[in-house]
């Protein structure tokens, strides 16, 4: 939780403290890529959890994103894959969290940061309104930190691909919440509009209409749940008691 968390953070793993307290710290001293000599894993986490504010779940989850690396690399064709690494590395957060005697719900939410952590990947591919709405779904209210991890998980030096990124990133949430107000708009629209209330009951534009308009939107507000059927019973019954 310190302004810049990267001292003590090398500090804990130099000293060979890490290997005492959190020793998938240490195991994250192997390179992503021997054979392109890609940037270590462990500087680059540390480098991530110094571009965070200092809030307890975001700084852990941080820390422990790419934890189930060094379980999940193998080599393909001549290229390092860490496939599930995110799964993996779920599953060992936890139960390191939960040792070191952190409370319940840090210990769901950092676990779950980390299962989601590479479910931004592919976004810059191009996303359906509905591959986006599922991404929001599956963060529920951890939405806000799992986009700052993906914000802070990028660490090149690349001033285009970090600029690219913040980019995608902005536009995904703006996204989400466009998609967010379409489907509340959505939620409040009356399963009968103004023209089947007018052939329903043989009337022209006027004050009834609106007023029955707005009666099945506070109906629509207030039982959500209700059929078509249920609706027109309930619409019906309004109306022949106002005459």
Known sequence: MADDPAPPLWHLVDSGLADEIVPELPALRLEQDPIHRHKDVLAHTIAVVAKTRADLVLRLATLFHDVGKPRTRSYEKGTVTFYHHEAVGARMTRKRLAELGYSEQVVDDVSELVRLSGRFKGYADGWSDAAVRRYAREAGPLLGYLNELV????TTRNRQKAADLQHHVDELEARIARLAEEERR?????????????????????PEVGAALKFLLELKRTEPDLDRAATEARLDAWWAEKG
């Open 186 to 206: 959505a939620a409040e629209r009356p399963l009968i509009d103004g023209n089947e209330v007018m052939e329903r009951y043989g009337v022209g534009p006027g």
């Open 151 to 154: 914000r802070a998980d990028c």
